[in-house]
């Protein structure tokens, strides 16, 4: 079992920043890998990022490619998403998730994950 709690969420001007944690409880970070995603209003959850289970490998979706960053802090059991240069496209639920999978890589397939937290609004305003 693993439970998940995100925060971090708010509202933010167009080109600004914020910081989303994971906290994970019920697990310790190396047996498995995390994923970030969002989910905007009338679209479908977007897998955006993931970190594997030794922290060595990242993975971005091209919407957030070098303005999201994903990293962990193990001491925490804690995952961060910080996103910077943020747009109005941005705006949507973020959610995290575990993938049971410890292996050399991570996914950002919904179906792939094991466990989900409940999520964290953004907003952005322009």
């Known amino acids: 079992q693993a439970q998940l709690v995100e925060s971090g969420g708010g509202s933010v001007q167009r080109g600004g920043s914020l910081r989303l944690s994971c906290a994970v409880s019920?697990?310790?970070?190396?047996?498995?890998?995390v994923a970030w995603f969002r989910q905007a209003r009338g679209k479908e959850r977007e897998g955006i990022s993931c970190?594997?289970?030794?922290?060595?490998?990242?993975k971005y979706v091209d919407s957030v490619k070098d303005r999201f960053t994903i990293s962990r802090d193990i001491s925490k059991n804690t995952v961060y998403l910080q996103m910077d240069k943020l747009e109005p496209e941005d705006a949507a639920v973020y959610y995290c998730?575990?993938?049971?999978?410890?292996?050399?890589?991570?996914?950002?397939?919904?179906?792939?994950?094991?466990?989900w937290g409940k999520g964290t609004q953004v907003t952005v305003t322009s």
């Open positions: 998730a575990v993938d049971l999978w410890s292996g050399p890589r991570c996914f950002t397939t919904a179906r792939s994950m094991d466990y």
């Open positions: 970190i594997s289970s030794k922290g060595d490998f990242t």
């Open positions: 019920g697990r310790t970070l190396d047996q498995y890998s």
